[in-house]
């Protein structure tokens, strides 16, 4: 996932550095559909490890910054309730490079 940034550039987010490393370091393969992943490597995930707080943790620093305008807006439209199209919601990412 790439953010343009204010000068134009795209910059990946630190985000997916650090998930990118927890992977790596817990053994966990990123190319496996979600469902596939063991209970373990699915908690390390949505409840962090070393560096990296998970996605829960993301979710709560975002729910401290609600009185920004652009916050909400983001929570609302990432956090509802609809299912991907392409993949059905077996995947985390799709692959790189499609």
């Given at each position: 996932?790439?953010?343009?940034?204010?000068?134009?550039?795209?910059?990946?987010?630190?985000?997916?550095?650090r998930?990118?490393?927890?992977?790596?370091?817990?053994?966990?393969?990123?190319?496996?559909?979600?469902?596939?992943?063991?209970?373990?490597?699915?908690?390390?995930?949505?409840?962090?490890?070393?560096?990296y707080?998970?996605?829960?943790?993301?979710?709560?620093?975002?729910?401290?910054?609600?009185?920004?305008?652009?916050?909400?807006?983001?929570?609302s439209?990432?956090?509802?309730?609809?299912q991907?199209?392409?993949?059905?919601?077996?995947?985390?990412?799709?692959?790189?490079?499609r």
């Amino acid at each position: 996932m790439k953010v343009r940034s204010s000068r134009g550039q795209n910059q990946v987010p630190a985000a997916v550095y650090r998930i990118e490393a927890l992977c790596a370091a817990g053994g966990i393969p990123a190319d496996v559909p979600w469902h596939e992943l063991d209970s373990e490597q699915q908690k390390l995930i949505t409840d962090g490890g070393p560096g990296y707080g998970g996605v829960r943790g993301f979710f709560q620093h975002l729910e401290r910054k609600k009185y920004k305008l652009h916050v909400r807006v983001f929570l609302s439209r990432y956090r509802g309730y609809s299912q991907c199209s392409e993949c059905g919601g077996t995947r985390l990412r799709c692959k790189r490079g499609r």
